[in-house]
């Protein structure tokens, strides 16, 4: 019979953990390992470009209404630097790669201490060993990831062949396909939270608080991703405020927002795993 007893640790609640651990100071450190992250993945994504693409003319078109929308100060100098980038794609695009993986490597390594914090985890593996991890965890993330964006595309995609084809508004696709976005985009959330959150502790928790958390969680990033686009459709708006800098000023709160909702992720599997033990 299980004792009904509880320890004074076990017994503590939710925000008492939280202000013990100081997840604000845990979710700084992660949104800066992010941030550091995507220096590289910039690099990447714009060599990437300059193959995808015919011509180095057409990427700066793009890159120039784009820089020119978000950023009129700084435009010129920024476009630039970005054809410098775009010439010099192959070692460029080659420096990026290898910089996003190592990058990303330390980052899921952060992930991994901030996960053994919460859940009161001491890690004695090795050092190759846990980066052998980080690299498999790097790669299964980055699948999923394309994966979501690739299949939300493909919803957008759909749900504008009525209209192309001159249907009637009965075979109007547009709340079925944002549905299915929405719903796809959330299952591939919960499914990269509950790895990282079953996978990547050093002691693996409970399937049903790894579950549970990443239910919880991914809820909670979505609705963040959905108000960051809200923003976005009126950022300028707010531009009086912080000018050219707005959507910098966003994108460095969102991550912080989403690295805060992980941190808090962590401390609930924490409060599971204590219930269930």
Same mark, same amino acid.
């Given at each position: 019979?299980?004792?009904?007893?509880?320890?004074? $640790?076990?017994? $503590?609640?939710?925000?008492?953990?939280?202000?013990?651990?100081?997840?604000? +100071?845990?979710?700084?450190?992660?949104?800066?390992?992010?941030? &550091?992250?995507? %220096?590289?993945?910039?690099?990447?994504?714009?060599?990437?470009?300059?193959?995808?693409?015919?011509? /180095?003319?057409? %990427?700066?078109?793009?890159?120039?209404?784009?820089?020119?929308? #978000?950023?009129?100060?700084? /435009?010129?100098?920024?476009?630039?630097? &970005?054809?410098?980038?775009?010439?010099?794609?192959?070692?460029?695009?080659?420096?990026? @790669?290898?910089?996003?993986? !190592?990058?990303? #490597?330390?980052?899921?390594?952060? &992930?991994?201490?901030?996960?053994?914090?919460?859940?009161?985890?001491?890690?004695?593996?090795?050092?190759?060993?846990?980066?052998?991890?980080?690299?498999?965890?790097?790669?299964?993330?980055?699948?999923? +990831?394309?994966?979501?964006?690739?299949?939300?595309?493909?919803?957008?995609? %759909? $749900?504008?062949?009525?209209?192309?084809?001159?249907?009637?508004?009965?075979?109007?696709?547009? !709340?079925?396909?944002?549905?299915?976005?929405?719903?796809?985009?959330?299952? +591939?959330?919960?499914? #990269?939270? @509950?790895?990282?959150?079953?996978?990547?502790?050093?002691?693996?928790?409970?399937? $049903?608080?790894?579950?549970?958390?990443?239910?919880?969680?991914?809820?909670?990033?979505?609705?963040?991703? =959905?108000?960051?686009?809200? =923003?976005?459709?009126?950022?300028?708006?707010?531009?009086?405020?912080?000018?050219?800098?707005?959507?910098?000023?966003?994108?460095?709160? !969102?991550?912080?927002?989403?690295?805060?909702?992980?941190?808090?992720?962590?401390?609930?599997?924490? &409060?599971?795993?204590?219930?269930?033990?």
């Amino acid at each position: 019979m299980r004792s009904k007893k509880r320890s004074p $640790r076990q017994s $503590r609640g939710l925000i008492q953990k939280l202000d013990q651990d100081d997840v604000f +100071f845990l979710a700084s450190g992660l949104a800066f390992n992010f941030l &550091i992250c995507f %220096i590289p993945l910039v690099l990447v994504i714009l060599s990437g470009l300059g193959f995808f693409l015919h011509s /180095s003319q057409e %990427i700066l078109n793009i890159v120039r209404t784009y820089l020119v929308r #978000m950023l009129p100060q700084a /435009s010129p100098r920024l476009t630039a630097n &970005i054809l410098n980038i775009i010439k010099d794609r192959q070692i460029v695009g080659l420096l990026g @790669f290898l910089g996003l993986i !190592w990058t990303a #490597m330390n980052l899921f390594s952060s &992930i991994r201490s901030v996960l053994n914090k919460t859940l009161e985890i001491v890690s004695h593996h090795s050092f190759l060993r846990e980066k052998l991890h980080d690299l498999l965890y790097v790669l299964v993330t980055g699948i999923l +990831f394309l994966l979501s964006i690739v299949l939300s595309g493909i919803f957008d995609l %759909i $749900r504008t062949i009525p209209v192309k084809l001159g249907l009637p508004p009965m075979f109007d696709l547009k !709340w079925w396909g944002w549905t299915a976005g929405i719903l796809v985009a959330y299952f +591939f959330s919960v499914l #990269m939270f @509950f790895i990282l959150f079953r996978f990547l502790p050093t002691r693996r928790p409970s399937t $049903r608080a790894a579950f549970l958390s990443a239910l919880l969680i991914a809820g909670l990033w979505e609705m963040a991703k =959905y108000l960051f686009r809200i =923003y976005m459709n009126f950022i300028n708006s707010f531009a009086a405020v912080y000018g050219s800098l707005g959507l910098l000023v966003v994108f460095i709160v !969102w991550i912080y927002y989403s690295c805060l909702l992980f941190v808090l992720g962590g401390e609930i599997m924490w &409060i599971l795993s204590k219930e269930r033990s």
